[in-house]
């Protein structure tokens, strides 16, 4: 569909999607810390901040293999010492639905208000050929920094590449959704239109003192 | 894993159990029951590493000396100022648990994150049929 083939010695390019891409996970509130003797410590990371800030801090922590698709552009993929990836889920299970759509009709609803209404997903159709057994979005919070030259020696490990339309389509989601700025919707409603759309917003909303 | 097996699962829906077999653990502790819960759910299973230069992970910015390897003395030198007081000392197994403790709690947070994602594009649905 939307992918193409990647021989394995081509470069890293933004677009490009890997499986096995480790998504290291900690908490800087529970860490074990190796200290000078070879032994595990449980801390903070407050705790394990130290007066020398050059010198680094070894800790115990959980590496999960991702699928992943590459955000970084082609310039810097060439020369970056890091690149920077996207993790990629399964479809339902990112935007949290709790039964698949029951027909086309119904999926192709779902993939277009999700496209228009949350910048957060991008939409990955399954592809067999590609090893993309299952419908797929990237998740653009989940961003997943990986050293470039480690990378480039295991591109055994990328499995497609999007195609020209969908890479353009991609790099427009992707850069939409970094430079959305926040601003407050509601701020031209009038007193009364505000009241109604804080009954139905779902979260929090604080009134302008021209609403109050 | 290899690009046979790459080719031949999906390593989006299929889960992959991998175990630090460098650790030993006990067959009967609570930590093991919580992985075959795990392991059910079909979730891939993280390894546990040692992870060295955890504050490049953090700060990318930082820049790091280059500490001479060759020869534990040096490297011994270079650290004898680094001594973390702080902290109570914990067994290997312990380590692993705070490890996949943190695990756990991102991938819940994850959860709940798109839960919570998924009931505002719901109440935006419903606005829109109103």
């Known amino acids: 569909m939307i992918y193409e083939a990647v021989g394995s010695t081509e470069p890293i390019q933004q677009g490009d999607i890997f499986c096995n891409i480790p998504r290291v996970d900690f908490s800087l509130s529970a860490l074990a810390v190796i200290d000078e003797d070879d032994a595990p410590k449980a801390m903070t990371w407050r705790d394990a901040l130290t007066s020398n800030p050059n010198v680094p801090i070894s800790a115990v922590l959980a590496v999960k293999p991702v699928t992943a698709i590459v955000i970084t552009q082609n310039c810097d993929a060439t020369r970056g010492q890091t690149l920077s990836l996207c993790q990629i889920e399964d479809y339902l299970v990112a935007t949290n639905q709790t039964s698949p759509p029951r027909d086309a009709k119904a999926w192709q609803r779902l993939l277009m208000r999700m496209s228009r209404q949350n910048p957060r997903f991008f939409y990955l159709p399954m592809d067999a050929n590609f090893s993309l057994n299952a419908k797929s979005a990237v998740d653009f919070r989940v961003v997943l920094p990986v050293p470039r030259l480690d990378l480039e020696s295991m591109r055994d490990l990328r499995i497609a590449r999007l195609n020209k339309v969908a890479l353009e389509h991609f790099r427009e989601a992707l850069s939409h959704f970094f430079r959305r700025y926040a601003f407050n919707e509601w701020y031209p409603l009038t007193r009364e239109e505000f009241t109604a759309y804080a009954e139905q917003a779902g979260e929090e909303v604080t009134a302008f003192d021209w609403q109050k | ?130």
């Open chain 2, 1 to 130: 894993m290899t690009v046979g097996a790459a080719d031949s699962v999906s390593p989006v829906t299929t889960p992959i159990i991998v175990y630090d077999e460098n650790l030993s653990h006990d067959s009967a502790s609570r930590e093991d029951s919580s992985h075959t819960r795990v392991s059910k759910r079909g979730i891939l299973w993280p390894q546990i590493i040692i992870a060295s230069s955890i504050m490049a992970l953090t700060t990318p910015l930082v820049s790091f000396p280059d500490l001479p390897l060759s020869g534990l003395t040096n490297l011994r030198d270079q650290t004898e100022s680094w001594a973390i007081e702080k902290g109570r000392r914990i067994t290997l197994r312990e380590a692993r648990r705070i490890a996949l403790q943190a695990h756990y709690q991102f991938e819940d947070g994850l959860r709940r994150d798109r839960i919570q994602e998924a009931r505002l594009m719901q109440l935006s649905m419903n606005e829109d049929e109103a």
